[in-house]
């Protein structure tokens, strides 16, 4: 049963898009300039179709773009704090897990333009984790991380993978091998 869908989903490289998305983790991928980005924008209601439609469940759409230059004074701690009151499933213990793992506390009383594009990335990734929405959206969750956080990130999504009734849906170059995908959609196929 698909807990996503898009009907007809038209913006920028996005043309007459029709998919579903089941829960689990799934996957979009393809080249630069492909509209995963877009899509994801899309399917979070941040910008609206110029065609077409979204369909999501109750439960929330996690989407955040944390280089977006309104974030730059928030301090890590203060924008978890702020996306927290957003999400009534927030996983408080899962966000100390997950932020002593990727080795970010040290980094919450920091402001956003203080940190490393990959620390800054790995913000936006605990968050989503940890925010329990019934859709959670990533945009390249591994760019300018180091191996033992991709490992950290990718034994959550192994573990996402059986999930019943969630959905994490990752745009990024290409699907990996070594996590159960539910669905992969390729933007660089032709549909």
């Not at 899962?94 to 594009?117: F, G, I, W, Y």
């Not at 945009?139 to 950290?152: E, K, N, T, Y």
Request: glycine share 8%.
């Amino acid at each position: 049963m698909p807990l996503l869908k898009a009907q007809g989903l038209t913006l920028g490289p996005i043309q007459n898009l029709t998919h579903t998305w089941p829960a689990g983790v799934s996957w979009v991928c393809g080249d630069e300039g492909t509209g995963k980005t877009t899509l994801l924008r899309l399917l979070a209601g941040q910008v609206p179709p110029t065609a077409g439609s979204v369909m999501a469940p109750e439960g929330g759409v996690f989407w955040i773009d944390l280089q977006d230059p309104a974030h730059h004074s928030t301090t890590v701690q203060a924008c978890w704090d702020a996306l927290h009151a957003h999400y009534p499933n927030w996983n408080d213990a899962l966000l100390e897990d997950l932020a002593s793992a990727l080795q970010m506390n040290e980094h919450r009383p920091k402001q956003l333009h203080m940190l490393s594009t990959g620390s800054r990335r790995k913000v936006m990734v605990i968050a989503a984790l940890a925010s329990g929405a019934a859709i959670t959206l990533m945009d390249q969750p591994f760019g300018g991380l180091d191996l033992a956080s991709i490992r950290v990130i990718k034994d959550f999504l192994r573990e996402a993978a059986d999930h019943p009734n969630r959905a994490w849906l990752v745009a990024d170059y290409e699907a990996p091998s070594d996590v159960p995908l539910a669905s992969v959609l390729n933007l660089d196929a032709p549909r």
